[in-house]
C-alpha cells in the first residue's frame, strides 16, 4: 500500500483520473432504482484521501475544474435563465430565493441546535442544495479570514459536511424514485411495444409492431 500512496504522490493528474473512473463506475451501480451518481466520485476522493493527508491536486486543477462546471452550467442555462422572466420568472425565481432562505434557515436552526461550527453549518447549506460553486466560496473565505495555524482544520471542516449532505440531497433530487397508484401498487414506466413477426399473403414474413 505504501508503494501505491507514493506513485500517487508523485503523480496527481494520475490520482485524479483514478479517482474520477472509480467514482463513476461506482456511481452506474443501480441498488433498488437509486445509485450514486456523479456523487461517488465525491466518496472514492474521500477514501483516497483517507489513505494520506498529503494526498491532494495541485490548486489550479481544483480552480480549472470549478471554473469549467460553472462555465458549462451557464451555457446549458442561459438560454432558459432569461426566457423564464417572459413566463412567470418572477414567481418562479422569487420561489427558488424563498426555498434558498428557508434552506438556510434550516441549516442555521440545526447549527445552533446541535452547536457545530458555522464551517460546518455552511458545509451543510452548500451540500444540502448540491452547490459545489457555494462550497468553494466557504473555502475560499476560509483562506483568506482563517489563521494560519489552523487553517487546515477549518478547510476540513465545511468538505466533511458537505460530504454527508451532498448525497443525500443529489438522491433526493436528481435520482428516479418509485411511484405508486392509489391502492399501493408499484407503477412500472410503459415500455415500447416489441416489434413481432406477422405473416403476409405471400407466405413471407415482415416486421410488424403489436398494438
Given amino acids: 500500500m505504501g508503494v501505491i500512496v507514493k506513485i500517487l504522490l508523485d503523480n496527481p493528474l494520475l490520482l485524479l483520473f483514478i479517482v474520477s473512473a472509480l467514482g463513476y463506475l461506482l456511481g452506474r451501480i443501480a441498488i433498488g432504482g437509486s445509485s450514486l451518481g456523479v456523487a461517488a466520485v465525491l466518496f472514492v476522493g474521500l477514501a483516497f484521501g483517507a489513505l494520506d493527508p498529503n494526498l491532494k491536486l495541485p490548486e489550479i486543477v481544483y480552480q480549472l475544474g470549478l471554473v469549467v462546471f460553472v462555465y458549462t452550467v451557464g451555457l446549458s442555462s442561459g438560454r432558459q435563465f432569461f426566457a423564464s422572466f417572459r413566463r412567470k420568472g418572477l414567481r418562479d425565481n422569487l420561489f427558488v430565493a424563498g426555498m434558498l ?111
Fill in 101 to 211: 432562505v428557508f434552506a438556510a434557515a434550516l441549516a442555521a436552526l440545526a447549527g445552533a441546535l446541535l452547536g457545530l461550527k458555522p464551517a460546518l453549518v455552511a458545509g451543510l447549506f452548500a451540500g444540502s442544495m448540491t452547490n459545489t460553486a457555494a462550497l468553494a466560496g466557504v473555502l475560499e473565505y476560509i483562506k483568506t479570514y482563517s489563521p494560519a495555524a489552523a487553517l487546515d482544520q477549518a478547510l476540513a471542516e465545511p468538505v466533511v459536511a458537505f460530504s454527508i449532505t451532498y448525497p443525500m440531497a443529489w438522491s433526493a433530487c436528481c435520482s428516479p424514485s418509485p411511484r405508486f397508484s392509489a391502492s399501493g401498487r408499484l407503477i412500472t414506466p410503459a415500455r415500447p411495444n416489441a416489434p413481432a413477426i406477422a405473416p403476409r399473403p405471400d407466405g413471407n414474413s415482415t416486421t410488424a409492431r403489436l398494438p
